[in-house]
């Protein structure tokens, strides 16, 4: 199973789901999710794009700050 990232219209919200492996779908563990979960961490932090790669996810905020998680990784924070 792949894995999805979607994001609300607002940006306030960022859904999970998929295959959990290397903790890509940023809900601090690996389990597999076949609904969509929120990402907590970023609630409301407002995102403008996410991207799904193979093992990873990345999300860009509206302010230019990039999260990316996946690969065994807990989510990180740049700018």
Known sequence: MNHTIAVS???NTVWAFGDGDYGKLGLGNS???STPQVIEALQ???VAKVCCGTQFSVVLTKDGCVYSFGQGKSLKYAK
């Open 9 to 11: 219209f607002d940006g």
């Open 31 to 33: 389990t597999a999710k």
């Open 44 to 46: 409301g932090v407002g």
